[in-house]
């Protein structure tokens, strides 16, 4: 990517004075409005709905010429004190435990139930959705 930043080792990324952001924008704003406007003027009136649709296209315009020619992008300052501290590799290594040891399953399941258990519960679920329903009837 043309934009990307290479940060280098981990102790280097911590000298960095300011983190790059997308600059703030009220488009989205806008192009949201314009959406809501169509949903309100279906149930309203259709000049409703169009006034909503200009406002839409006109959003997702600024929006879409916002950030396609080039992004825009704010740099805001790092505080020193609330810069990351520097990655340290660590050289321990973890133990591995091994299937059975400590009763451990590992990947191996313990029980495994019958499909007619599934089955059985499906058809006792779907009889007391129906007696539910029936009861909700009356």
């Keep these: ?16 004075t300011h983190i ?5 924008t009220y488009w989205p704003i806008v192009f949201a409005f314009g959406v809501t406007l169509i949903a309100a003027g279906l149930v309203t009136h259709w000049s409703v709905s169009a006034v909503g649709f200009c406002i839409f296209v006109r ?4 929006w879409w010429h ?23 590799v660590e050289t321990r290594s973890v133990v591995r435990m ?14 495994v139930h019958p499909y007619s258990a599934g089955v059985i519960g499906g058809l006792a679920g779907g009889a007391a959705m ?5 009861l909700y009837g009356l």
Excluded: D, F, S
């Excluded at 609330?82 to 990655?87: F, K, L, S, T, V």
């Excluded at 299937?99 to 990947?107: L, S, T």
């Excluded at 129906?130 to 029936?134: D, E, I, P, S, V």
């Design 1 to 16: 990517m043309a934009y990307e930043k290479h940060h280098g080792e981990a102790g280097e990324r911590t000298r960095e």
């Design 20 to 24: 790059e952001l997308p600059a703030p």
């Design 59 to 62: 959003g997702g315009w600024g």
């Design 66 to 88: 916002n950030v396609m020619p080039h992004e825009e992008h704010e740099l805001v300052e790092i505080e020193p004190a609330h810069r990351p501290a520097p990655i340290e």
């Design 98 to 111: 091994r299937a059975g040891e400590a009763q451990h399953r590992v990947r191996i399941p313990e029980k």
């Design 130 to 134: 129906a007696a539910l329903a029936c």
